[in-house]
């Protein structure tokens, strides 16, 4: 099994530099913001900070590609950098702590790419998650002072904690009344949204979420910690990993359960 200590080690430093940037200007009087052509928000934040990851990966990484939001594909080859700058501009732009830099490594297998080593770092809250392919997931502030993520053990819908984004998504998909059937059952729902409810399925303090229309920079660095904490990550047509533009993670005993409501197969 490739060992990937050195690159979670780098995403750590690419993390550190990020959230210096990020905090630095946010709630900032001044803030630039744009609208980009699909309607949504960009900083001037989001732009730096990408360009700070892709900077520090062309002098480590020089042949490794880099995907990110901002700025695109550049380079090819086996492994690839996927870069979300900061997953919820809308939160950073308002002044809400709910944003994160998500940084994932993916690798070419047999089976097609594959996220092998994802960060995602919180600097607002003061959190930061992180796993790699055969080592698990972790969360703290740093490698050396960490706690080993866990996904939970709830067994039924009835008893479990779902957490979403939004309601418009699931209406827009025709899907709302599956997602309001799926809401009656649980044991509790919260609209938590971005990559936090990935982050609480990997710690086992929410046991399913699920959103309808998602980028690999949103959804890449999330699968891996989810999965190397014991649960599962899918589409809603349940194809493993970050590929199928929506995701379903769970803590794996769940799974079929939640697809089974929210599924792409639903009839």
């Known amino acids: 099994m490739p060992d990937y200590h050195d690159d979670l080690r780098l995403g750590h430093v690419l993390?550190?530099?990020?959230?210096?940037?990020?905090?630095?200007?946010?709630?900032?009087?001044?803030?630039?913001?744009?609208?980009k052509p699909d309607m949504t928000p960009v900083s001037e934040a989001d732009k730096s900070a990408e360009e700070l990851i892709r900077g520090q990966l062309q002098r480590a990484r020089p042949r490794d590609a880099v995907l990110g939001e901002e700025f695109g594909s550049e380079g090819s080859g086996p492994r690839r950098w996927i870069i979300d700058p900061i997953d919820g501009t809308k939160n950073y732009v308002r002044g809400v702590p709910v944003w994160a830099t998500l940084i994932a490594l993916m690798e070419r297998g047999e089976g097609g790419d594959r996220p092998v080593v994802g960060i995602v770092s919180a600097p607002a809250l003061n959190r930061r998650w992180w796993a790699a392919e055969g080592l698990g997931a972790f969360t703290g502030r740093s490698l050396t002072s960490a706690t080993r993520l866990t996904a939970s053990r709830v067994g039924r819908i009835q008893d479990a904690s779902f957490a979403y984004s939004s309601l418009t998504g699931w209406e827009e998909r025709g899907r709302l009344s599956s997602f309001l059937d799926l809401s009656r059952d649980c044991w509790r729902t919260r609209a938590y949204g971005d990559f936090w409810p990935y982050m609480m399925v990997a710690e086992g303090s929410v046991d399913i979420c699920a959103e309808p229309e998602l980028s690999l920079w949103d959804m890449a660095a999330c699968a891996v910690i989810v999965q190397e904490s014991g649960g599962r990550f899918t589409?809603?047509?349940?194809r493993p990993g970050p590929h199928s533009g929506n995701a379903a993670a769970s803590n794996g005993l769940l799974h079929e359960d939640l697809l089974s409501y929210l599924g792409d197969t639903r009839g």
């Open 235 to 238: 589409g809603l047509d349940g």
């Open 15 to 35: 993390a550190d530099a990020a959230d210096a940037a990020t905090m630095e200007r946010f709630k900032a009087l001044d803030l630039k913001v744009e609208t």
